[in-house]
């Protein structure tokens, strides 16, 4: 079950994709709506069913800086959650596209890594940049699982003085 660039490719747009039909769930039935349809992302494509996925969100700290439970993961992209109060709802933020810009590949059987960045454009224009690298692992079925989801934002060297 080797896994293919073009498999990848499609993977980084299906994440993309998912992030603005969660955006729009949200705007058009509120959070409980948000909530299904992130619910269904991570069941889709997130390696959950596997075991404990390695996902960092970019905005997370202290002890809830790691996710690997999808209850965690539910938090992060829809905020509204007592168990993860600092949670804003990354992908509640009105997001209506998304660039993905490889930096590169590593492929190898039914295991596969990327990175490079994700900008992602929300309903007023405003874009906002992302590092990420995601592991992914083709399941028994042949579905391409997200089992390593590490973000942050790009690193801004101070300014001289």
């Known amino acids: 079950m080797q896994i293919t660039q073009e498999e990848i490719e499609q993977a980084l747009v299906t994440w993309g994709n998912g992030k603005i039909a969660i955006s729009k769930a949200f705007e058009e039935g509120g959070i409980e709506a948000a909530r299904k349809v992130a619910s269904a992302n991570l069941d889709s494509y997130y390696g959950y069913n596997l075991g404990p996925v390695l996902f960092k969100p970019t905005m997370s700290s202290g002890e809830q800086t790691f996710r690997p439970k999808k209850a965690g993961a539910l938090a992060y992209f829809c905020g509204h959650s007592e168990e993860y109060p600092l949670d804003n709802g990354f992908a509640i933020m009105g997001w209506r596209a998304t660039e993905n810009i490889t930096s590169t590949t590593f492929i190898q059987g039914d295991i596969a890594m990327w990175m490079g960045r994700i900008k992602l454009t929300n309903k ?38």
């Not at 692992?137 to 801004?156: A, M, Q």
């Open 124 to 161: 007023d224009g405003s874009v906002t940049t992302v590092d990420k690298s995601f592991g992914y692992k083709k399941d028994e079925t042949g579905t391409l699982r997200i089992v390593l989801h590490h973000s942050s934002l790009p690193y801004l060297p101070p300014e001289p003085n």
